[in-house]
């Protein structure tokens, strides 16, 4: 399935979630990521994320889309991850 | 139609942006906004964060989902947003 993953987290942890989110995802935004996922995958996806976060204080949305089906996406402004953005 | 919006701005127009999508959308995330939007309603919308950002440098995605269809969304770690990142 296609999923949008967005996070918020303390900086410190900031290259660890991009590092975890590379592995699996395409970076779209500083801290936005999207791709196909299966199931498993997305478990494998949260264990890595549970383990490279702090999830008393991070906060990680995914969306998730039906098979089959990928978002629709408007962007407005500059395009990025601008390659300064990339560690 | 329902969407989703995931700005990144730098700092100083932060609290800009938070009140522009403040008056359509609900806060879900420190940078990340949902609710529902006409056409026009995201034509307005448009216009505000136009207005409230730096095109050449911030940048928006807005997913947009199909009438009648809501996302599907997984949530891990910390509720957001927290009474501290409200301004």
């Not at 900031?14 to 498993?40: A, D, M, W």
């Not at 890595?48 to 990680?60: F, G, K, P, Q, W």
Request: glycine content about 4%; aromatic content about 10%; proline content about 7%.
């Amino acid at each position: 399935m296609y999923v949008v993953v967005v996070y918020d987290t303390a900086a410190e942890r900031n290259p660890k979630i991009l590092r975890t989110c590379r592995k699996y995802l395409h970076h779209v935004q500083r801290s936005v990521f999207e791709g196909h996922l299966s199931e498993g995958q997305l478990r494998h996806f949260q264990a890595a994320v549970e383990n490279a976060l702090d999830l008393t204080y991070d906060n990680v949305l995914v969306y998730t889309y039906p098979p089959g089906t990928t978002p629709r996406r408007l962007e407005w402004g500059a395009t990025e991850p601008a390659p300064s953005d990339i560690l």
